[in-house]
């Protein structure tokens, strides 16, 4: 059995900017700060990790705690349903190229176990891919609400896909991802690593941090799946 993990944001969907509209309307209405222009890329960094670097830019991260990181989160789900509900509206959120037949294909193997590995909260991932028409692909997962280290949030994806799939059949995970921060954190973890050029960087940085695959995009399945195979 193969776990194949993957990243939400620019590897499967693109939301369109909602993530971070809701966030910024959730660090307004917790912190009182008004983002104008974020410094911060967020794109590969967990939910809790984007939120202490924000802080920290804008020199408030003297009030980041525990309860402050849950009003914090909880008022950013609540946008976040809002967001893609206004996005959703206007038909502006985008499955991929090739996600679909991928997932589709993986799903119809009895090889493979699909699961995420993800810097967004469960409950932001779980509203993104409900809206996108693609939760019922995914079982189990490694999430920000985790842990703000990705390689431990990979970790615990692998863990978790460990036991969904039952102790002792799985043979290794690969990471799906569009960031060098999923290839790095996903080969941290123990995971090959698959990078695809559909988010915010394009082949040749993601070439440079060393995955065991490069891809434009998703296409096609069935030679992604068995250079997967082989590798195992
Ligand atoms: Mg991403």
């Given amino acids: 059995m193969i776990l194949v993990l993957f990243d939400i944001d620019g590897t ?8 971070m509209r809701a966030f910024h309307r959730a660090l307004q209405e917790t912190f009182d700060i008004r983002i104008e222009n ?4 967020p794109d590969g960094k967990t939910d809790p990790l984007i939120l202490r670097e924000i802080l920290e830019q804008n020199h408030l991260d003297d009030r980041l705690c525990s309860d402050s990181q849950q009003e914090m989160f909880s008022c950013y789900l609540e946008f976040l349903e809002d967001e893609i509900a206004k996005i959703m509206k ?3 959120i985008q499955i991929l190229p090739g996600v679909s037949t991928f ?3 993986l799903s119809s193997e009895s090889d493979f176990a699909l699961g995420l590995a993800t810097g967004n909260l469960e409950g932001g991932a779980r509203i993104k891919l409900k809206n996108a028409g693609l939760n019922g692909f995914f079982h189990f997962g490694g999430f920000g609400s985790d842990s703000e280290d990705r390689t431990e949030l990979t970790r615990i994806a692998i863990l978790r896909g460990m ?3 039952s102790p002792g059949v799985v043979d290794g995970a ?4 569009d960031t060098p921060f999923d290839v790095m954190h ?3 973890a123990g995971a090959f690593t698959i990078a695809v050029a559909s988010g915010g960087y394009g082949i040749d940085e993601l070439r440079a941090c060393g995955p065991d695959l490069v891809l434009p995009d998703l296409i096609p399945a069935e030679s ?3 250079f997967m195979r082989t590798r195992m």
Avoid: C, P, Y
């Fill in 163 to 165: 036991h969904h799939a």
């Fill in 224 to 226: 992604i799946m068995s």
């Fill in 90 to 92: 206007s038909g502006r």
């Fill in 38 to 41: 974020q410094l911060i890329r």
């Fill in 12 to 19: 499967l969907i693109s939301t369109d900017g909602a993530g």
């Fill in 174 to 177: 690969f990471v799906i991802g």
């Fill in 103 to 105: 997932l589709k294909a």
């Fill in 186 to 188: 996903g080969r941290n």
